[in-house]
C-alpha cells in the first residue's frame, strides 16, 4: 500500500468515525435510580462508583420514552468502561424492564434495542441485576437513553465491513484497488454538515447505494470459499468463577442470544453442555421454555455429546462413556435430536481411547481448537481421520483462525471467535486442507465468561453474504449439518489421517494441579462403579438409580476440563471438596442400608469388586485379643502403624464377597519401631539404602538382577522451580529441570511394621517448611514395592517429583490410558519426542527390555516423565493463580513400582494396578442379608487379557449391563460364565442400544474382541 492509499483509507474511517458518533441522535440520562447494597438502599447516579469483589447489587428506577421517540429506535446504553474487556473482572448485568427479563449486558454488549411495544408504555420500571466480578475495585455504571438514527448505523455498517475488509487484504493490489476506488467514489456523498438534515439522509442513500452496486451486490465478487459462521459463547461451568456464577452467566449470555435473535433472522447459535442447559432448567424456567422454542424452530443447536465439556485425560474410561451416554440421552429427551458432534473447543489433549468411545456411542463427528496453540509443532491438519487405538476412525476438525481478537497482535484465536472480514479471512487463509474442502467452520462470540455474539458481528454477517474481493463469503448454520456436507465432501478423496493421542503441547501442569481433587475424584469413580456392582449382585431390586444418577451426574460436571485439572480458583474446590464428601458418605450409606439391618451381626462382610481374583488386604478395628477367620480359616494379619488389624484374604474370586467374623485368639503384639540398618531382606528383594534413606540398591532374589543402575538412587525426592512462562496452574515449562533440589534432609529412618504380612520402612524427611513421611511396604505375597506418602506441603511454585533411575535398556514406555494403552518414545530425537517432557497416564506406565521390566504404579497421580533409563512421577505442583493456596496441606498418596519378568502382560501389571486402585468395600453385615445372600463369584471371564470393568442396570431398561474391554492389543474370543440365569444376551453399542444376539449356553456367553475393543453386553435375566 502506498501512502496516498494509505491516506485515503484513513479519510475515509474518519468520515466513519462521524457516522459513528452521529448514530445516537439524543440520550436522556436515568435520574432518580436507586442503589440497593446489601441492607442499605441509597440514591444513585449514572456514573458513581461502587461496588466490592464477588458482590451483587441491584439499581432500580423508572423511566418514561419522550412522546416523540415512539416512533423511533430507542436503546438503553449501559456500561461501566468504554476500554475493559475481560467479563471476568468487569460487572456482568440483566435488564429487566416491567419485571421482564429483557437481556444480559456487560463490556461486550453495552446496548438493549427497546422493543418497540414497550415505546408506548406511560412508564417503565427499570431493573438492573449486577455481578461485580472477581477484581476488588470499585466502578461506575453509566446508564442513559437514547435515540438511534437507523440510517445512519445501517450507513456506518456499509463503510465499517467494507474499510475492514480492505485493510485484510492489503497487498493483494487488484483488491485494494476495488475498495479505494468503491469507497472513494461512496464517500463522496457523505455529508456532515447539518446532521440528521434532509442533505444528510440523502448522501447517505446515495453512498449506501454505491457500496451495496458496486460491492456488496457484485455477483462478480461472490467467492468460491464459505465460512459457515455459528453463534457460540463458551461458558466454562467453572473456573474463575464458581458453578453458581457459572449459572447466572448462562443465564445473561442466553437472555442475550434470544433477544439477538429478534433483531436478526438469519442468526444462528449453538450451545453445549446438557449440565448447562439442565442448570438453566431449574433456576431459569422461563428462559429455558424459550430455548426450546428456538431449538424447535431451527433457530438454535444443542449439541456437544458430553454432559460437559470433559477433561479428556484425567477422567477414567468409564466415565467417558457416562458423559457421553447422560449428555446424549438429555439432548434425545429434552430436544428430540441425537447429538453428532462431540464439541471440545477448550480441552487440553485427547485420550487416543476417544474415537472408539464416539464410533460406540454414534457420534460421527469431533471438534476442537485448542491443539493450534502447541508450543513445537504444529498439527499439518485441520481437516483429517483420526484413528484411536483400537483402529477407530472419527472425522475430524479444527476451528481455527488468526485473530487480533483481545491482543495487540494476531494471534490464533478458537472458540472465542470474533466476526469480523479479518477473522472470516484468516479462518480461511488458516486453513490447511485447501485442496480436499472449501468450505470452514468459525464459532463467533465471546466466551470463557460467557456474552455471546455482539450485535455488532452480525451486522457484519449480513454483509458477508456473497463475500467481498479476498474475502469468503459467510453463512449461517450449524455444526452438525457441516460436519454431514463435509463428510459427504471427503467421499472417494484421499483424506489424511492421525494416528493415536492428540498430545496437546501446552498445560502439561494440569496432570497434576489441586492433587486433592484429582485423588477425589479417582476415589469417586472407582466407588460409584464399585456400588453398581455390588447392588447388581446383592441388592437387583433395590438398586438405587436415582441416586446413582445423581451421584454420576454431579462426579461428571466436576471433571469439566478447568475443574479436574486444577485450573480453577479456590472456591471452586472449596465446592467440590464438600460434594466429594458428599458422594463418599451417600455411598457409605447406600452399603450399609444394604448390608445391615436392626440385628448387626458380629461379622465384616468385604466385597471385591475386581472382576479378577485377588489376594485382599484391609484394614478393620479388631479387639486385640481376637483373630480374624473367614471360612473357619484363621487369616494372616499384623497390626499397621495406625493401631488397625491388617488382614490378608486369599484369593478372593472375582466379583464375589467374604465374611470375616473375629473369634479368640493368640494377640496380635504390636512390634516397637526400630532403627532400620542400611540394608534389609524382604520376601522378593536384597534392599541397600545410602544416608539419604534413598534406595541405592534393589536386588531382585529371584532373578539375581540389580534394578538401580551403577552410582543412582531409586525413590529420589527432587523439587524444581516450576515458575512458568505462562498460565501458572497450567503448564510446566520445557526448563524446569534447570534449577532442582534434592529432597534428603532425613530426620528419621524406622522399621515400624515386620510382620506376617509386610515389612514397612517408614522415613520422615523436611524440605523447608513441608514435611514428608514415607512408608515403604515390602509385601511378602506381591513383589510390587509401595510407597505410601503423607505430606504435609506448605511450598509454592514448586514442583516435586518422585525419580526413579532403572537399568532397563528400552526406547519406549507403555502407558495405561482408558481403555487400553499407548506406547511413547522416551528418546528426544524429534521435536514431536521432545515436546512429550511431561506425559499422562491413567493408573501405570511400564518400561521394559527383552525378558525383565519395571512398572510404576499411583493411585490417583496422572503426570509423569520419562527417558533412557529414568520413569518419574509427579507428585505436587503448588501453583498460585488462579488459586494461591494451591495444593497447600496435607497430601496422601500411594505410588508404586513392581520389577517383574517377561513383559507387562506376564507380570500382570494391569491387575497389580487396579488392586491398587480398587479397594474392597468392608461392612458390618446384618442378619437378614446372612439369611438370603449367596456370596459367590457374580461373574468370571476365561481370559487374561479381557477386564470386566463395569456391571450396572441398564439406564432405561429392567435389564443389567456389562461392559468389557481388552488390553493386550489382541483378537479374543471370550467366556463369560455368569451366576445368575441368563434369558438373552445381547451386543450392545455404548449407549446400550441393541445390535445383535449372543449365544448363551448354560449362563455362559461368548464375546468376541478385535484388539483394544470395548464390549457392551446386555442381559436379560429370567
Known amino acids: 500500500m502506498d501512502v496516498i492509499e494509505m491516506l485515503v483509507r484513513e479519510s475515509i474511517q474518519r468520515m466513519n468515525q462521524e457516522l459513528k458518533k452521529n448514530m445516537i441522535k439524543k440520550t436522556h440520562p436515568l435520574t432518580q435510580l436507586k442503589l440497593v447494597d446489601g441492607d442499605l438502599t441509597r440514591d444513585y447516579q449514572s456514573g458513581d462508583y461502587f461496588g466490592k469483589k464477588n458482590q451483587y447489587y441491584t439499581i432500580y428506577g423508572e423511566m418514561t420514552i419522550p412522546e416523540e421517540w415512539q416512533t423511533s429506535l430507542v436503546s438503553l446504553g449501559i456500561y461501566s468502561s468504554e476500554t475493559e474487556w475481560d467479563n471476568a473482572t468487569n460487572p456482568q448485568i440483566t435488564l429487566y424492564l416491567n419485571d421482564q427479563l429483557i437481556q444480559g449486558l456487560d463490556v461486550n454488549h453495552r446496548e438493549v434495542i427497546l422493543p418497540q411495544e414497550l415505546l408506548a408504555e406511560p412508564l417503565l420500571t427499570v431493573r438492573l441485576e449486577i455481578f461485580s466480578g472477581r477484581e476488588e475495585k470499585q466502578f461506575p455504571l453509566f446508564i442513559q437513553l437514547q435515540e438511534l438514527d437507523q440510517q445512519t448505523r445501517e450507513s456506518y455498517f456499509d463503510f465499517y465491513v467494507a474499510l475492514e475488509s480492505w485493510r485484510s487484504i492489503i497487498g493483494d493490489s487488484h483488491s485494494e484497488l476495488i475498495y479505494q476506488q468503491v469507497l472513494q467514489e461512496a464517500s463522496r456523498f457523505l455529508d456532515f454538515r447539518q446532521p440528521y438534515s434532509d442533505a444528510y439522509y440523502n448522501g447517505l442513500s446515495a453512498a449506501s447505494t454505491r457500496l451495496q452496486e458496486d460491492l456488496y451486490d457484485r455477483v462478480d465478487f461472490q467467492a468460491t470459499a464459505t465460512v459457515l459462521a455459528v453463534g457460540h459463547t463458551h461458558i466454562d461451568i467453572a473456573w474463575l468463577w464458581t458453578v453458581a456464577q457459572a449459572i447466572e452467566k448462562g443465564q445473561r449470555s442466553f437472555s442475550t442470544v434470544l433477544k439477538l435473535m429478534e433483531e436478526y433472522p438469519d442468526y444462528t447459535f449453538i450451545q453445549s453442555q446438557?449440565?448447562?442447559?439442565?442448570?438453566?432448567?431449574?433456576?431459569?424456567?422461563?428462559?429455558?421454555?424459550?430455548?426450546?422454542?428456538?431449538?424447535?424452530?431451527?433457530?438454535?443447536?444443542?449439541?456437544?455429546?458430553?454432559?460437559?465439556?470433559?477433561?479428556?485425560?484425567?477422567?477414567?474410561?468409564?466415565?467417558?462413556?457416562?458423559?457421553?451416554?447422560?449428555?446424549?440421552?438429555?439432548?434425545?429427551?429434552?430436544?428430540?435430536?441425537?447429538?453428532?458432534?462431540?464439541?471440545?473447543?477448550?480441552?487440553?489433549?485427547?485420550?487416543?481411547?476417544?474415537?472408539?468411545?464416539?464410533?460406540?456411542?454414534?457420534?460421527?463427528?469431533?471438534?476442537?481448537?485448542?491443539?493450534?496453540?502447541?508450543?513445537?509443532?504444529?498439527?499439518?491438519?485441520?481437516?483429517?481421520?483420526?484413528?484411536?487405538?483400537?483402529?477407530?476412525?472419527?472425522?475430524?476438525?479444527?476451528?481455527?483462525?488468526?485473530?487480533?481478537?483481545?491482543?495487540?497482535?494476531?494471534?490464533?484465536?478458537?472458540?472465542?471467535?470474533?466476526?469480523?472480514?479479518?477473522?472470516?479471512?484468516?479462518?480461511?487463509?488458516?486453513?490447511?486442507?485447501?485442496?480436499?474442502?472449501?468450505?470452514?467452520?468459525?464459532?463467533?462470540?465471546?466466551?470463557?465468561?460467557?456474552?455471546?455474539?455482539?450485535?455488532?458481528?452480525?451486522?457484519?454477517?449480513?454483509?458477508?453474504?456473497?463475500?467481498?474481493?479476498?474475502?469468503?463469503?459467510?453463512?449461517?448454520?450449524?455444526?452438525?449439518?457441516?460436519?454431514?456436507?463435509?463428510?459427504?465432501?471427503?467421499?472417494?478423496?484421499?483424506?489424511?489421517?492421525?494416528?493415536?493421542?492428540?498430545?496437546?503441547?501446552?498445560?502439561?501442569?494440569?496432570?497434576?494441579?489441586?492433587?486433592?481433587?484429582?485423588?477425589?475424584?479417582?476415589?469417586?469413580?472407582?466407588?460409584?462403579?464399585?456400588?453398581?456392582?455390588?447392588?447388581?449382585?446383592?441388592?437387583?431390586?433395590?438398586?438405587?438409580?436415582?441416586?446413582?444418577?445423581?451421584?454420576?451426574?454431579?462426579?461428571?460436571?466436576?471433571?469439566?476440563?478447568?475443574?479436574?485439572?486444577?485450573?480453577?480458583?479456590?472456591?471452586?474446590?472449596?465446592?467440590?471438596?464438600?460434594?466429594?464428601?458428599?458422594?463418599?458418605?451417600?455411598?457409605?450409606?447406600?452399603?450399609?442400608?444394604?448390608?445391615?439391618?436392626?440385628?448387626?451381626?458380629?461379622?465384616?462382610?468385604?466385597?471385591?469388586?475386581?472382576?479378577?481374583?485377588?489376594?485382599?488386604?484391609?484394614?478393620?478395628?479388631?479387639?486385640?485379643?481376637?483373630?480374624?477367620?473367614?471360612?473357619?480359616?484363621?487369616?494372616?494379619?499384623?497390626?499397621?502403624?495406625?493401631?488397625?488389624?491388617?488382614?490378608?484374604?486369599?484369593?478372593?474370586?472375582?466379583?464375589?464377597?467374604?465374611?470375616?467374623?473375629?473369634?479368640?485368639?493368640?494377640?496380635?503384639?504390636?512390634?516397637?519401631?526400630?532403627?532400620?540398618?542400611?540394608?534389609?531382606?524382604?520376601?522378593?528383594?536384597?534392599?541397600?539404602?545410602?544416608?539419604?534413606?534413598?534406595?541405592?540398591?534393589?536386588?531382585?532374589?529371584?532373578?539375581?538382577?540389580?534394578?538401580?543402575?551403577?552410582?543412582?538412587?531409586?525413590?529420589?525426592?527432587?523439587?524444581?522451580?516450576?515458575?512458568?512462562?505462562?498460565?501458572?496452574?497450567?503448564?510446566?515449562?520445557?526448563?524446569?529441570?534447570?534449577?532442582?533440589?534434592?529432597?534428603?534432609?532425613?530426620?528419621?529412618?524406622?522399621?515400624?511394621?515386620?510382620?506376617?504380612?509386610?515389612?514397612?520402612?517408614?522415613?520422615?524427611?523436611?524440605?523447608?517448611?513441608?514435611?514428608?513421611?514415607?512408608?515403604?511396604?515390602?509385601?511378602?505375597?506381591?513383589?510390587?514395592?509401595?510407597?505410601?506418602?503423607?505430606?504435609?506441603?506448605?511450598?509454592?511454585?514448586?514442583?516435586?517429583?518422585?525419580?526413579?533411575?532403572?537399568?532397563?535398556?528400552?526406547?519406549?514406555?507403555?502407558?495405561?490410558?482408558?481403555?487400553?494403552?499407548?506406547?511413547?518414545?522416551?528418546?528426544?530425537?524429534?521435536?514431536?519426542?521432545?515436546?512429550?517432557?511431561?506425559?499422562?497416564?491413567?493408573?501405570?506406565?511400564?518400561?521394559?527390555?527383552?525378558?525383565?521390566?519395571?512398572?510404576m504404579l499411583t493411585d490417583c497421580k496422572y503426570g509423569f516423565n520419562v527417558a533412557y533409563q529414568q520413569m518419574g512421577v509427579t507428585l505436587i505442583k503448588s501453583a498460585t493463580d488462579p488459586n494461591p493456596e494451591a495444593d497447600q496441606g496435607n497430601h496422601q498418596f500411594i505410588y508404586a513400582i513392581l520389577p517383574h519378568e517377561g513383559s507387562w502382560q506376564e507380570a500382570e501389571t494391569v491387575e497389580e494396578a487396579l488392586d491398587l486402585n480398587t479397594p474392597a468395600l468392608v461392612s458390618p453385615i446384618g442378619k437378614r442379608f446372612l439369611k438370603e445372600e449367596q456370596l459367590v463369584s457374580f461373574a468370571t471371564v476365561n481370559q487374561k487379557n479381557i477386564l470386566l470393568d463395569t456391571v450396572k442396570k441398564a439406564e432405561l431398561e429392567e435389564t443389567l449391563i456389562l461392559r468389557l474391554y481388552e488390553f493386550h492389543n489382541k483378537r479374543t474370543r471370550a467366556q463369560v460364565k455368569l451366576n445368575l440365569q441368563v434369558e438373552r444376551a445381547v451386543l450392545c453399542d455404548l449407549l446400550e442400544n441393541e445390535l445383535e444376539e449372543l449365544a448363551v449356553v448354560d449362563n455362559e456367553v461368548i464375546i468376541p474382541f478385535l484388539p483394544f475393543e470395548i464390549q457392551t453386553i446386555k442381559l436379560y435375566i429370567k
Request: charged share 25%; aromatic share 12%; proline share 5%.
Open 274 to 855: 446438557p449440565q448447562m442447559y439442565q442448570f438453566i432448567k431449574e433456576h431459569y424456567p422461563e428462559l429455558y421454555q424459550q430455548i426450546k422454542q428456538k431449538i424447535a424452530e431451527g433457530r438454535w443447536e444443542a449439541e456437544g455429546a458430553m454432559w460437559v465439556e470433559a477433561d479428556c485425560n484425567l477422567t477414567s474410561g468409564e466415565s467417558l462413556v457416562r458423559q457421553i451416554v447422560h449428555g446424549k440421552q438429555f439432548i434425545k429427551e429434552e430436544f428430540g435430536t441425537d447429538s453428532q458432534v462431540l464439541w471440545l473447543p477448550d480441552v487440553f489433549g485427547y485420550s487416543a481411547a476417544l474415537p472408539q468411545i464416539l464410533k460406540k456411542t454414534n457420534t460421527p463427528y469431533f471438534m476442537t481448537t485448542k491443539l493450534s496453540w502447541n508450543q513445537f509443532n504444529q498439527i499439518p491438519y485441520d481437516t483429517f481421520y483420526w484413528q484411536g487405538i483400537d483402529g477407530s476412525e472419527i472425522l475430524t476438525h479444527f476451528i481455527t483462525t488468526v485473530s487480533e481478537g483481545y491482543s495487540p497482535t494476531p494471534y490464533y484465536t478458537t472458540y472465542n471467535g470474533l466476526l469480523d472480514p479479518y477473522s472470516v479471512k484468516g479462518s480461511w487463509d488458516r486453513y490447511q486442507q485447501k485442496d480436499l474442502n472449501d468450505e470452514v467452520l468459525l464459532a463467533y462470540g465471546y466466551g470463557d465468561g460467557g456474552g455471546g455474539p455482539t450485535r455488532e458481528m452480525l451486522e457484519v454477517a449480513k454483509r458477508l453474504k456473497n463475500g467481498l474481493p479476498g474475502i469468503p463469503k459467510v453463512t449461517s448454520g450449524f455444526p452438525s449439518a457441516y460436519f454431514q456436507r463435509l463428510d459427504e465432501t471427503l467421499k472417494e478423496k484421499k483424506v489424511p489421517r492421525w494416528r493415536g493421542e492428540l498430545y496437546f503441547e501446552y498445560h502439561r501442569g494440569t496432570y497434576t494441579s489441586m492433587a486433592k481433587n484429582k485423588k477425589f475424584n479417582r476415589e469417586t469413580e472407582t466407588l460409584l462403579q464399585s456400588l453398581e456392582k455390588l447392588f447388581v449382585q446383592f441388592g437387583r431390586e433395590r438398586y438405587p438409580q436415582g441416586q446413582l444418577t445423581k451421584m454420576w451426574q454431579l462426579t461428571l460436571l466436576n471433571q469439566f476440563h478447568d475443574t479436574l485439572p486444577g485450573s480453577s480458583i479456590k472456591e471452586v474446590y472449596d465446592q467440590t471438596d464438600l460434594e466429594y464428601q458428599e458422594t463418599r458418605r451417600l455411598g457409605r450409606t447406600l452399603v450399609t442400608e444394604l448390608l445391615t439391618d436392626d440385628q448387626p451381626q458380629d461379622q465384616w462382610f468385604v466385597y471385591n469388586p475386581l472382576a479378577k481374583q485377588r489376594d485382599l488386604l484391609v484394614e478393620l478395628s479388631v479387639e486385640s485379643d481376637q483373630s480374624l477367620v473367614a471360612d473357619g480359616q484363621l487369616l494372616r494379619q499384623q497390626l499397621t502403624t495406625s493401631g488397625k488389624r491388617l488382614v490378608l484374604i486369599p484369593e478372593v474370586p472375582s466379583l464375589s464377597g467374604c465374611l470375616l467374623k473375629p473369634e479368640k485368639g493368640q494377640p496380635v503384639v504390636p512390634l516397637t519401631a526400630r532403627e532400620v540398618g542400611k540394608q534389609i531382606e524382604t520376601a522378593h528383594y536384597f534392599v541397600t539404602f545410602d544416608e539419604q534413606a534413598e534406595i541405592s540398591s534393589l536386588i531382585d532374589k529371584a532373578t539375581h538382577r540389580e534394578i538401580v543402575p551403577e552410582g543412582q538412587r531409586l525413590n529420589q525426592l527432587v523439587a524444581y522451580e516450576d515458575l512458568p512462562l505462562n498460565f501458572d496452574a497450567w503448564d510446566i515449562d520445557i526448563f524446569y529441570q534447570e534449577k532442582q533440589w534434592a529432597v534428603q534432609d532425613v530426620q528419621s529412618v524406622q522399621l515400624v511394621e515386620d510382620g506376617p504380612i509386610r515389612q514397612t520402612i517408614r522415613i520422615k524427611r523436611v524440605f523447608e517448611a513441608s514435611t514428608i513421611k514415607q512408608f515403604i511396604h515390602f509385601y511378602h505375597h506381591s513383589r510390587r514395592i509401595d510407597f505410601e506418602t503423607d505430606v504435609d506441603w506448605h511450598q509454592q511454585h514448586i514442583l516435586l517429583k518422585a525419580q526413579f533411575p532403572i537399568a532397563i535398556n528400552t526406547l519406549k514406555a507403555t502407558f495405561d490410558i482408558q481403555f487400553g494403552n499407548v506406547e511413547r518414545a522416551i528418546h528426544t530425537n524429534t521435536s514431536w519426542d521432545m515436546a512429550r517432557f511431561e506425559v499422562c497416564g491413567q493408573k501405570w506406565l511400564d518400561m521394559s527390555e527383552g525378558n525383565y521390566g519395571v512398572s
